[in-house]
């Protein structure tokens, strides 16, 4: 039997014209994991599914894992180097397939023992980056990260054979969630695609999480197409769009009217696979009936959106466009070496995560929300961009900060702002 | 933006937990904090426990302040604070936390006594924030020596 490849699945559904729904579903209970898996596939839309792993797991923290396993705290995901293999097979067995191939997401910047653990259970797709998954959620410093995951996509292209083909998605377009202006998630995205691509990986995604502004978000994703276009040929890709990864919307309605955007965003911009946000977000870890509702008002709402035909979007005439392509020539020409390219990108602070805490990010750039409601900078610090994008500078209060954070969720819930 | 700038002696250490790797909570109260005046020395997301004991030795701030959202906090939290209180240096230091301490987001009285119970001083629910920010307006701007 032919191994299920993620790749070629989203591939098949983007020809058909359907958008590929994902949920980021983890349990630690693996009843309650394989129920997950079994009603994501029975949902009313395409999907393919997703083992979220816990946040032990990903700081390889595994004696903490085995502890809660064993006096049975609950988890905020999958623990899947903790429980058995025997046990992950009675999760993954007769539901990962080719209809319905399954994602471990995990959020690790030093993820050797995830992979090992995936490819072990006969799983090939998978997430983050060594940037993506390193500046923004852990203390690893950052040539720790590259060098894990210089050995992870070795991993996973090694894995590789005629008809089992691994795939690994850049994390790159969502850093820190919000606040980050779309032209570095761009090119983060595309970095980490390159860098993937250079070391063995032949399917790979580029992502980008939806921001404050939809006009600015389409100009994104397309500028996103434009230069995978350029620098991955002959590489099988695609895009896919995070609902809003920051502070999201109390009220059900705005939680899934905003989804219904993101669905949108999606299907206009030409991506193939959307990872939902639930109603549920603002307050808890999501159960199954969230994610449910979730993936098919998603899987509804795209099927209302139109996808434009070639040439007619955005394309390559948009700020986000040049400021992504000057931000990802300048890194590339650093180095023959993409590892080493990021590496000196961000230490010299051609690369700089506004926001970003992490010590091996310079921390000089700072960014706002305009009055037009797209993302702008403050302080483009040493970033390779114009004098001229920068547009305001004032000293940021917490006050304005929370205002900024909480844009997305007032516009969206009732009685909010605009 | 790491630590308050210029600061040596920080009087307020921001923590997140080990298994945490949210960042906004840890960048706005540091704003906040720094709006009442105090120095602050952010240690950022995902710290092990030996590390947040040895930036008390020698920071030795006035107040901790551990925040929390990924629902692992009070499991977190509770190890932290023993480990903390192990130490007959902090025995009296300032310890509060708060956040999204659990995974169902529910408040949870029986979290809290136990919080408190193991040495926290407070423990503060997501949205109790002007209860904190009075918290921290009455703790001295410079470190206890």
Not at chain 1, 7 to 32: I, K, T
Not at chain 1, 347 to 370: E, K, M, Q, V, Y
Request: glycine share 10%; proline share 6%.
């Amino acid at each position: 039997m032919t191994p299920p490849s993620f790749g070629g699945f989203v591939a098949r559904a983007h020809a058909r014209g359907e958008l590929v729904v994902q949920p980021r579903m983890g349990f630690s209970d693996p009843r309650l994991m394989r129920e997950g898996l079994e009603r994501t596939r029975a949902a009313e839309a395409v999907t393919v599914g997703t083992l979220t792993l816990d946040s032990y797991t990903r700081v390889n923290d595994l004696a903490a894992a085995r502890l809660a396993v064993a006096e049975g705290v609950p988890l905020n995901g999958y623990p899947i180097c903790t429980h058995a293999p025997a046990v992950s097979h009675t999760v993954l067995d007769g539901i990962h397939g080719t209809g319905f191939p399954v994602q471990v997401r995990h959020g690790s910047a030093r993820p050797e023992h995830i992979v090992a653990a995936l490819l072990a259970l006969g799983l090939d797709a998978t997430e983050g980056g060594p940037v993506s998954y390193c500046l923004p959620y852990s203390r690893t410093p950052l040539s720790e990260a590259v060098a894990a995951w210089r050995t992870v996509c070795g991993m996973l292209a090694r894995a590789g054979t005629d008809d089992r083909v691994p795939h690994l998605e850049s994390f790159g377009g969502c850093m820190l969630g919000q606040l980050c202006p779309p032209s570095v998630l761009v090119a983060l995205s595309v970095l980490e695609g390159v860098f993937f691509a250079r070391h063995g990986l032949r399917s790979v995604s580029l992502s980008y999480a939806q921001q404050t502004s939809p006009e600015q978000d389409r100009e994104a994703v397309a500028a996103l197409d434009a230069l995978a276009g350029e620098l991955l040929p002959g590489v099988d890709r695609h895009l896919v769009v995070y609902a809003y990864m920051g502070v999201y919307p109390a009220s059900r309605t705005g939680a899934l009217r905003l989804l219904e955007a993101a669905a949108r965003l999606a299907v206009e911009s030409g991506a193939a696979r959307l990872i939902v946000k639930t109603a549920a977000e603002a307050h808890r870890i999501p159960t199954i009936a969230d994610n449910v509702e979730a993936l098919e008002t998603a899987a509804r709402a795209a099927r209302t959106a139109v996808r434009p035909a070639a040439g007619a979007g955005p394309g390559v005439d948009s700020e986000v466009y040049a400021e992504a392509r000057a931000l990802v020539h300048t890194v590339l020409a650093l180095h023959d070496d993409v590892g080493e390219a990021l590496l000196l990108a961000f230490r010299r602070g051609l690369l700089d995560i506004p926001f970003c805490l992490h010590p091996d990010n310079a921390g000089r750039t700072r960014s706002f929300i305009d009055t037009d409601g797209r993302l702008r900078w403050s302080d483009t610090g040493r970033l390779p961009l114009a004098r001229t994008a920068v547009a305001g500078a004032r000293k940021l209060t917490s006050a304005d900060l929370l205002t900024a954070l909480t844009r997305v969720q007032r516009t969206y819930d009732p009685g909010g702002t605009r | 933006m790491n630590s308050s700038p210029g600061t040596e002696s920080p009087s307020v250490l921001l923590t997140g937990t080990s298994s945490d790797a949210h960042t906004w909570n840890l960048v706005y109260l540091q704003l906040v904090l720094e709006e009442i005046g105090h120095t602050v020395a952010n240690l950022g997301p995902c710290p092990p426990d030996d590390l947040v004991v040895r930036s008390c030795l020698e920071l030795q701030p006035g107040l901790v302040v551990v925040s929390s959202v990924n629902g692992h906090g009070f499991n977190d939290g509770l190890r932290l604070i023993r480990a903390l209180r192990a130490q007959p240096e902090l025995a009296s230091t300032t310890v509060v936390i708060g956040g999204k301490l659990v995974t169902d987001g529910l408040r949870n009285v029986g979290m809290i006594r136990r919080l408190t119970a193991a040495g926290y001083d407070r423990v503060f629910d997501d949205g109790e924030l002007p209860a904190f920010r009075a918290l921290a307006a009455r703790t001295p701007y410079r470190a206890v020596s």
